[in-house]
């Protein structure tokens, strides 16, 4: 095991970005069916900046404070639309690393029930590119969202073999 460079201490993962075509299919998905909440939002002349995270203050904070964290917590969606996408029909959507050439792979959710959090999915026609009864690892998913990326659901405690 490495030693963490004291350097780095105070260093966090805060968040990674996803283009998306349609904000509106993307914020409906990441704040209705996954109940993430909009912390901020960044409009720029030609693309627009979607900031999402769970909010686990039970609602206490307020918009302004949830905007305030923006830089200081960690676990945040960063959505970006560049304008024009959701019309062209020319546009044939980003690649969600996951075919050749491969990169990027998935975001992960945790959830209390994994299969409960996955039979909400299902009843909300979310597609799957795992169901939990497919493969040998029957407590893990990979849901899609509108642009295909992949989203791993797994259980709170998961343990890795």
Not at 65 to 92: C, M, P, S, W, Y
Request: glycine fraction near 8%; charged fraction near 25%.
């Amino acid at each position: 095991m490495s030693v963490r460079p004291p350097e780095t201490h105070g260093y966090r993962m805060n968040h990674t970005m996803l283009r998306v075509k349609d904000p509106k299919a993307s914020l409906h998905f990441y704040q209705e069916i996954l109940g993430m909440d909009l912390i901020a939002t960044s409009e720029n002349t030609d693309f627009t900046l979607y900031f999402l995270a769970y909010d686990h203050s039970e609602g206490k904070l307020t918009q302004e404070e949830k905007a305030a964290q923006r830089f200081t917590r960690e676990g945040i969606v960063e959505l970006t639309h560049n304008h024009g996408t959701e019309h062209d029909a020319n546009f044939a959507g980003y690649h969600n690393g996951n075919k050749d050439p491969r990169g990027f792979g998935h975001i992960a959710i945790t959830v209390p029930d994994v299969q409960a959090a996955c039979a909400r999915l299902e009843s909300l026609g979310v597609p799957f590119q795992k169901k939990l009864t497919d493969g040998k690892m029957k407590h893990i998913a990979f849901a899609l969202d509108p642009d295909g990326y992949w989203i791993e659901i797994l259980p709170n405690n998961f343990k890795l073999n």
